[in-house]
């Protein structure tokens, strides 16, 4: 299973990006997808997750502000992020996890910079 990430960038403060992660291989037709980030010397922190029938957890620096969606057909999940903070630059990794397998993404910058 690979995991494809797009989306990244660089944006002002109060600006949106659209993360993208595109699953391909063969994964289990249940399975909760994910999107965490980390920045130098921190650990890697959970930023949001979905589950496939669309049970949504965010963490609380980002509620309200960032949505996460999969399109199960695609085998691909999304984070729609709005409002972005300084403090959301990091690298942003996808994540997919099925029983006991778990499969990351290579990770992608975003950058909130004026």
């Known amino acids: 299973v690979q995991l494809v990430e797009s989306g990244g960038g660089l944006v002002q403060p109060g600006g949106s990006l659209r993360l993208s992660c595109a699953a391909s291989g063969t994964i289990f037709s249940v399975n909760t997808m994910g999107w965490y980030r980390q920045t130098p010397g921190k650990e890697r922190e959970l930023v949001a997750t979905?589950?496939?029938?669309?049970?949504?957890n965010y963490a609380d620096s980002v509620k309200g502000r960032f949505t996460i969606s999969r399109d199960n057909a695609k085998n691909t999940e999304y984070l729609q992020m709005n409002s972005l903070k300084p403090e959301d630059t990091a690298v942003y990794y996808c994540?997919?996890?099925?029983?006991?397998?778990?499969?990351w993404g290579q990770g992608t910058q975003v950058t909130v910079s004026s």
């Open positions: 994540n997919v996890r099925a029983f006991q397998y778990e499969w």
């Open positions: 979905i589950s496939t029938g669309g049970s949504t």
